[in-house]
């Protein structure tokens, strides 16, 4: 195994830059998912990774290797794509071993090699099949089964859940998790699904615009978020994010005076952006006075979407209420979970 090492990397196509200078450390064994609302570069980097993508300049170290003009046949990396990359008229057993079958390895080796991913991903019953008779969760095992038997030095996802059901995608998530830790291949994962970022990274990149808003373990950003669009993007339901100015030791806004968190020096009059997620507000006095929009029960807790000076602000209640549209609520802050942003350039404060 190895570590990936990336440093200043840059992608142009033509006069148009989309990957701005990045620098990313992803240590031995690690897995780091790439996320990042659509068009962020995020799948664009991870095929630069693989070499499926030309690099305008920049550095990308695998191990010790520098592997910039390397083909990806001599990076020593797997890949599972999205839409599996089966051969529908290959069976299971044939798919999982036919890279290791064109490298020449003998027949033996090739069928312990499958036989050994197969016990691993539950495919043993299935290895006589073909593609056309599995699952959508069959078919992703046997992409990850393929890459597996390549005992590669670094894995790459690219959104391997996409194309599965809700419940399937849970599944998944936690296979390809208990994977990783049994095998501790390093692993570089994309997916536009933050839900995924925060239960499976060990380290979490969030992109925008093809430029790194910040790099950390999934509750280092979610509890400390670098930016407002950090702060938005991570949680789900995400951050409420609200306009507001400073003035006298509180900040004014949606017709309320909202808490500044403790220890706190803004100046007088400074435009801020005031963020609070949904679960750290509170009915009571004294709060943002809303009227309740959207109910929406869950059972182990309740979203409430609600309307308050022309905006939408959404909370998060595990008690259980009996909210019912038009229903006018305070909502306040819990002041100890306070976030604040500068307005005009979103960095923390």
Partial sequence: MAG????????????????????????????????GPSGCGKSTLLR?????????????????????NLPPAERDIAMVFQNYALYPHKTVAANMGFALKLRGVPKAEVRAKVERAAQILGLTPYLDRYPRALSGGQ????????????????FLFDEPLSNLDAKLRVQMRAEIRELHQRLRTTTAYVTHDQIEAMTMADKIV????????QIGAPLELYDRPANAFVAG???????????GRVAGGAVE??????????GARVEE????????????????????AAEVAVVEPTGLETHVVVRAGGQELTGLFRERHAFRPGQALTLAPVREAVHLFDRATGARL
Avoid: C
Wanted: aromatic share 4%.
């Fill in 4 to 35: 990936v090492t990336i440093r200043d990397l840059r992608k142009s196509y033509g006069s148009v830059e989309v990957l701005h200078g990045l620098d990313i450390d992803i240590a031995d064994g690690e897995f780091v998912v790439l996320v």
């Fill in 48 to 68: 630069m990774i693989a070499g499926l993508e030309g690099i305008t300049s920049g550095t990308i170290r695998i191990g010790e290797r520098v592997v910039n």
């Fill in 139 to 154: 078919r992703q095992r046997v992409a990850m089964g393929r890459a597996i038997v390549r005992d590669p030095q670094v």
């Fill in 206 to 213: 969030v992109l925008q615009g093809g430029r790194i808003e």
């Fill in 233 to 243: 993007f991570i949680g789900s339901p995400a951050m409420n994010l609200i306009a």
């Fill in 253 to 262: 806004a949606l017709g309320a005076r909202l808490p500044l968190p403790h």
């Fill in 269 to 288: 009059g400074r435009e801020v952006t005031y963020g609070i997620r949904p679960e750290h507000l509170s009915l009571g006095d004294g709060g943002i």
